[in-house]
């Protein structure tokens, strides 16, 4: 009561402090969130290189990007098969070694803590560190390569192969980060599921796919749509592994070196803001489809 | 008897190949770190020999690389950028979780799918905004571009720290708005101490983050004075090329705080890392 004389009711007090707490939060995510989203779509309709004024054109951008930009095709293709060939090998990896990491053996807590490693690593650090493994002349793998009687791999050097490199790169990256969201599915399986099996003679191998794999379905839809959504937008270890450009000739030419020459490097702002929508829209046309997919099957079960 | 024998002599052979298995898997982990470090101890003419171990061991590449790039000044804007943008995400965001958590206002749930809906949106989409922004503000080349976009926290932190005060039991809170706190005095003295686990992951998460954190600073910064380590590391990559030994001690000198702070946090960082997908680039 103490507070009605006061004259401040606690429940006005309580709203006022719970907005002023939220402002400087709220701000922040307005000025540097709300409003560049806003500002972005507008500039797509824009040609603009920052020295002249921006002057409207419309469907242009976007018109230029679908039917007169070859390169838009090379790099969607790039990042295609950058995407698959990250996401498939690091899911299959990260499940085996969830599955061995799970297993309750003296020691475990040390090998998590070594597999794991490699998230602490920056993306920059990493390539430039799978760079001196991949030097055609006289790196690791080429020689290793050569005691079995291998010609020199030109891994940097040859359109193809670099994208081999890159997803090489990629993986070892995505390996741990899967690996910790499953494993963590996995630990939330029920014992007594495994004990029923075993009762019933199921093999290793058998309850992993009839018991671990559909139980940790959810995890693993996370970690497809999450994977899919750092490949799409691939940026460093692209720039540092490749020299920037994208490049042997355009073997590595993904959508994020793309968007990132023709904003910085051709200043060109309207074209890679249409750009970076049109990456925004298939990214979420991808997440919609997985989640719609993981739902049926779940449904089926 | 026999069967009892086989079983056990099974039971060996099953855990022999499951600690292989578990060794390989951990060397694949670690050894293009290894090899870096291997790398970084070798003379120039011996780095293209495939051996693990450095004949002579040549601390002196170390000191190389504190002569070609001023390692010191970029480690020291590097922890400046990292600290700030920590602390400020910390403060912020569980000033902002509480009162989402427990503080009623009009507007407010409203508000909160507004942050949950921002989550959605790929950095791609705002890096060239903000850029423009940054410049708006004569922010370009400056600290300042570092820092600030980051100090007043994000949505992301704000969701995280929400959902942990809401797992907090309310009746510590309901004494105290009994003997007469004021909202202010029951998040900074009461809340905040129990929270130290979501905080704990929400740091570590942010300062990994700022730390390996690559196309902002490519786009923000030119001078040398305060770039960040890995700007500095492709810097040098673009300039000596093919100098492996000094790049990988580089490399091995930008990664070691790095693995110091996970060999520190690791749970909290792990345990951030299953619950929000964060970190998986």
Redesign the interface.
Known sequence: M?SIDDGVM??K???????A??A??????A???????G??LY?SFQKWD?FTPAKFVGLANFRHLFTDDPLFATALRNTAVYTIGTLVPAVLISLV?AA??N?K?KG?SV????????????????A??????F?T??G?LN??LGWVGIGPVPWLLDPGWAMVSLCMVSV???????T??L??AMQGVPHTLYEAARIDGASATRQFISITVPLIRGALS??VV??I??AF????QV??LTGGHGGPETGTYVL?IM??QH??TFLD?GY??AL??V??AI??GLTVLQLRLTRRSSLEL | MSYLIRGVRRSIVR?VA??A??IG??W???F??L??LS?SLKTESE????TVMPSHPQWANYGEVFSLMPFWRMFLNTVLYAGCVTAGQVF??S??G???AR????G?DT?FVL?LA?L??????????????M?TFGWTDTPWAMIV?G?????FG?YLMRQFFRTLPTDLEEAA?LD?C???QI?WRILLPQTKPAIMVLAVLTW?NV??D??WP??MIQRQSIATL?LG??WM?GQYV?R?PV??AA?IL??LP??L??AIA?RA???G???T?F???
Do not use: E, H
Not at chain 1, 112 to 125: G, H, Q, T
Not at chain 2, 151 to 155: N, Q, R, V
């Open positions: 103490t606690p429940t007090r309580r709203a006022r402090a719970g907005r707490f939220v400087p939060n709220l701000a922040a995510i000025v540097f969130m709300l409003f560049p989203l500002f972005s500039m920052l070694v061995l990491l297993r053996l475990i090998f998590r803590a070594v597999v794991f490693v490699p998230l602490a690593v920056s993306s920059v650090v990493t430039v560190m799978w760079q001196y493994m030097n002349d006289d690791l020689t290793m070892w990256k995505s390996v741990p980060f899967a910790v969201v494993l963590a996370f970690v999450i994977t959504i750092n937008q691939a940026f460093d720039y540092v994020g968007l990132f904003a910085f702002f890679a803001s970076a929508w990456m925004f990214l979420l | 855990g499951l600690y298995a578990l898997v951990a694949c982990a670690l293009p770190i090899w870096a790398g780095v293209a020999t495939p912020f965001c000033l902002a509480y009162s989402f503080l009623r206002f009009r407010r508000l942050y921002t959605m949106v790929p950095l791609t989409v705002t890096v060239i905004p903000q850029f423009i922004l410049r976009p100090l007043f926290g994000s949505a704000t708005i007469g004021t909202p202010w998040y990994v730390w390996n690559f196309l490519l786009v890995n590391l492709v990559q093919s492996w790049l990988m490399s930008i990664l790095l693995l702070v996970y690791q960082f792990v345990r890392i299953a619950v997908g970190g998986g680039r």
